[in-house]
């Protein structure tokens, strides 16, 4: 007797799992409504495996769909990481690009403005209420990631890239997305592993009132702002934010007071004792670098994280002793990387002894624009990061170069990022000086117009 065809229903259980492995989420949703076998084939291992990251956009649809994945008890504990990332629909966007005669139509600004305004009424409506009855549902997740990106028309009119004149657009927004994200995750008592905010959008960042004003909100309801179990943690905050009237021009509101925020703020950091990662850029929007400073100065005086083993900060304007400390009371960092510093008091030298001679299991070390003040009116001096057991060779300085990390000069070659790895670190951190005349003006990204801005985090 011939044995009875081969079809999708009796083929051996191994070819299924073969063929539903190149089948997209659509498609396993598709077939699982074909019979009762198909659904029970594409359930389990291979169907979880599209829910283990999701991604909401924070529009009322992509929130209900999070709450229906989460009130089916089959998938507890499936989801485990969740993105938001959410459209920015600005029409002041649109009508500079019409200005400026880029490409862009009238339907595109009436696009983007729809989408403002029904934007604008969910997240005053029920855009925290949603999520933060999702997030209840899931009960544990090990990481939340949120970022923006602009839209600036129909169809594919996505820019990945921000300009100076969308400073403000973007932190307004960003601003709102952190209290409705910090505060659902608050209210809802989720646990969490991993909490990144803005980490892939370049020009975006939280103000420090901001973030003053969400955790007082918080405080008085008796929530906090991120859960103790939190081992990884990432924020962009500025020292305070830009009036939308004059950011052009890069005019600060007077009413905001230079370190207000900073003691909400190390108040946050408190609250996650058990933290194995942190990634920290403070954007410094002030005429001077009294609240940067004051951040740094608290967090060594306050905190110690035991656990701490990788280590991301930018935009410090510090002193010798408050670093000093903070690499002493971190001890067993693995990573670090430092960008933007602005040394204001004491001097560069003890900080790269502790890097090289005290901290025994360093693997990895990244120094980026680290900058040494020089006169009262606190013009910086750039701080060379060519080593002295490097040999300085044209293929070598040709090699910085083309690396974009350092810039030629007319009497000596300044290296302005370098990576050091556990070998170089045992040969030390002595560097060739650099020429006193070298640079006159100074680059472009670290020119003191910038720092009212959020682009370049010093």
């Not at 943690?233 to 021009?249: M, N």
């Not at 230079?258 to 954007?283: A, M, T, Y």
């Not at 002595?430 to 801005?453: D, H, M, N, V």
Request: glycine residues 4%.
């Amino acid at each position: 007797m011939a044995d009875p065809p081969l079809t999708l229903s009796n083929i051996p259980y191994d070819c299924h799992r073969e063929i539903l492995r190149h089948l997209d989420l659509q498609a396993l949703k598709n077939l699982r409504l074909t019979s009762r076998q198909m659904k029970d084939l594409c359930s389990g291992p291979v169907f979880n495996g599209f829910l283990k990251r999701q991604t909401i956009d924070m529009s009322r649809e992509s929130l209900e769909s999070l709450c229906r994945i989460a009130c089916y008890e089959e998938f507890w504990g499936v989801v485990q990481e969740l993105r938001v990332c959410v459209p920015l629909y600005d029409t002041a966007c649109v009508i500079r690009m019409i200005t400026m005669q880029q490409d862009v139509t009238p339907q595109d600004y009436n696009f983007v403005a729809c989408r403002e305004a029904v934007q604008n009424r969910f997240f005053d409506a029920s855009a925290l209420e949603l999520l933060t009855s999702a997030l209840k549902q899931l009960a544990r997740l090990e990481m939340i990631d949120v970022d923006l990106i602009v839209v600036t028309g129909l169809g594919p009119r996505i820019s990945t890239e921000t300009r100076w004149w969308d400073w403000g657009e973007n932190v307004d927004k960003g601003s709102e997305i952190c209290r409705i994200i910090m505060s659902a995750i608050a209210r809802s008592g989720i646990s969490l592993e991993a909490l990144r905010i803005f980490p892939d959008t370049p020009v975006c960042s939280v103000p420090l009132y901001d973030l003053e004003s969400t955790t007082d909100n918080l405080k008085k309801g008796g929530y906090k702002m991120v859960p103790a179990e939190v081992k990884k943690f990432g924020i962009k905050i500025a020292s305070r934010s830009l009036s939308d009237a004059t950011i052009a021009f890069g005019d600060l509101r007077d009413s905001d007071p230079p370190d207000r925020g900073v003691r909400r703020f190390v108040n946050l950091l408190e609250q996650i004792p058990n933290l194995e990662e942190l990634q920290l850029n403070i954007f410094n929007t002030l005429d001077n670098n009294f609240g940067s400073r004051k951040i740094l100065r608290a967090i060594v005086s306050r905190i110690h994280w035991p656990h701490l083993r990788r280590c991301t900060i930018g935009g410090i304007y510090t002193e010798e002793p408050s670093l000093v400390k903070f690499l002493t009371t971190h001890p067993h960092l693995e990573s670090l990387d430092m960008e933007s510093f602005v040394m204001v008091s004491g001097a560069w030298q003890p900080v790269f002894k502790v890097l090289s001679e005290d901290m025994p299991v360093l693997k990895y070390l990244r120094l980026s624009n680290l900058l040494q003040n020089t006169r009262s009116s606190m013009r910086s001096r750039e701080v060379n990061l060519f080593p002295c057991w490097e040999e300085q060779t044209q293929k070598v300085k040709d090699e910085y170069c083309e690396q974009d990390q350092a810039v030629p000069g007319p009497y000596s070659l300044w290296v302005h990022t370098r990576e050091f790895d556990a070998e170089d670190l045992q040969r030390g951190l002595e560097f060739w000086p650099i020429a006193a005349q070298t640079f006159s003006p100074r680059p472009r990204a670290l020119t003191s117009g910038e720092k009212y801005g959020y682009l370049y985090p010093i």
